[in-house]
């Protein structure tokens, strides 16, 4: 069965560069959601997408932003990086916005600033 | 953590033997979720309970809920070594669709 893709699987970038993470969300989902997790930590929520439009937002650092396109894949951007920056970036996605369904989560992209 | 405690953050078992690992947390939900990671990877879904169940089976794999208590339980019989790995309970908070995560618990099977 087709899981969620992320892309770069892997990325180093120094200090106060930017940086573009990837999501593809399983077919026919059509919400998406953004964990930071640093090390040794546990996953913190970013931000989500539900049909193209911002539907919760978390702890996400004003540098970065993120959207939805039509084909339901997101990006997260992220500017003027920080060494605290460095963690593991996951996106997960689920068929609605009811919390009682699943979140599948992608692989993640380990994100090192240097 | 911004929900709550796992206990233990720690586990080491033998092979075969069972494993149980606990979660609290702080508001009230609609349901409770176990995630698996190895280290450094993906998190996969292991389960889903309800707010309005009590138990629930899936394999080797056993949760409990008590929302009384605002905790839960993983059970997980007769261990292998590929169940090496954290454990992560993550709930609704209040029914928001964002996931908030435990804390984990490392789970070490030694062969």
């Known amino acids: 069965a087709a899981g969620v893709i992320q892309s770069p699987r892997h990325l180093i970038k120094e200090k106060r560069e930017t940086a573009t993470l990837k999501c593809y969300p399983i077919?026919?989902?059509?919400?998406v959601y953004w964990y930071q997790q640093g090390p040794g930590q546990d996953p913190q929520f970013l931000i989500s997408?539900?049909?193209?439009?911002?539907?919760d937002k978390g702890s996400i650092p004003d540098r970065f932003s993120a959207q939805q396109f039509s084909d339901y894949h997101s990006e997260l951007n992220m500017s003027s990086l920080e060494l605290g920056d460095s963690a593991l970036y996951f996106c997960?996605?689920?068929?609605?916005?009811?919390?009682?369904?699943?979140?599948?989560f992608g692989p993640g992209t380990r994100l090192t600033v240097t | 953590s911004q929900q709550g405690e796992e206990d233990p953050q720690a586990l080491s078992i033998q092979e075969g033997e069972n494993a149980t690992m606990n979660c609290s947390y702080k508001?009230?939900?609609?349901?409770l979720q176990w995630y698996r990671q190895n280290s450094g990877r993906g998190l996969v879904h292991l389960i889903l309970?309800?707010?309005?169940?009590r138990e629930k089976h899936s394999g080797r794999l056993r949760v409990t809920l008590d929302t009384s208590k605002k905790s839960s339980s993983l059970l997980i019989t007769a261990s292998r070594a590929a169940d090496t790995a954290s454990y992560f309970c993550?709930?609704?908070?209040?029914?928001?669709?964002?996931?908030?995560f435990g804390q984990g618990t490392r789970l070490t099977i030694n062969p």
């Open positions: 993550a709930t609704d908070d209040g029914g928001a669709q964002k996931l908030v």
């Open positions: 997408f539900y049909e193209k439009m911002q539907s």
């Open positions: 309970i309800r707010s309005n169940e």
């Open positions: 508001t009230s939900i609609n349901n």
């Open positions: 997960a996605s689920s068929l609605g916005l009811k919390s009682s369904y699943e979140q599948y």
């Open positions: 077919p026919r989902h059509d919400t």
